[in-house]
Nanobody, 124 residues
Framework: QVKPVESGGGLVQAGGSLRLSCASS?????????MGWFRQAPGKEREFVAA????????HYADSVKGRFTISRDNAKNIVFLQMNSLQPEDTAVYYC????????????????WGQGTQVTVSS
């Protein structure tokens, strides 16, 4: 398992954009697993945001972000991105990347270790 390091969060106004990045903490290469972004807002449980297969042609998004967020990965550079557009206050959360996710029982589950996350705050 490779521990991820998330970055790119910050404070933006509603309607703004951010791009999050997920990289390996050790320099090791992420395995050939689907990877995903999750988020946890204050007072809420961690929830799935988006996932991308090792071959980036397959992606999946939570309904709440579909059409606004785009997940992608650059296997050569060993980085996974989350482009977030049209951000809204309800998107405010700590965003986490997981290097091993799988779809089961109608949801995406995480099996890889968690990083420290990156804070995204959207002002109204």
């Amino acid at each position: 398992q490779v521990k991820p390091v998330e970055s790119g969060g910050g404070l933006v106004q509603a309607g703004g954009s951010l791009r999050l990045s997920c990289a390996s903490s050790s320099g090791s290469i992420f395995g050939s697993y689907a990877m995903g972004w999750f988020r946890q807002a204050p007072g809420k449980e961690r929830e799935f945001v988006a996932a991308v297969a090792w071959r980036g042609g397959y992606t999946h998004y939570a309904d709440s972000v579909k059409g606004r967020f785009t997940i992608s990965r650059d296997n050569a550079k060993n980085i996974v991105f989350l482009q977030m557009n049209s951000l809204q206050p309800e998107d405010t959360a700590v965003y986490y990347c997981n290097s091993e996710v799988t779809y089961s029982g109608g949801t995406w589950r995480d099996f890889g270790p968690w990083g420290q996350g990156t804070q995204v705050t959207v002002s109204s």
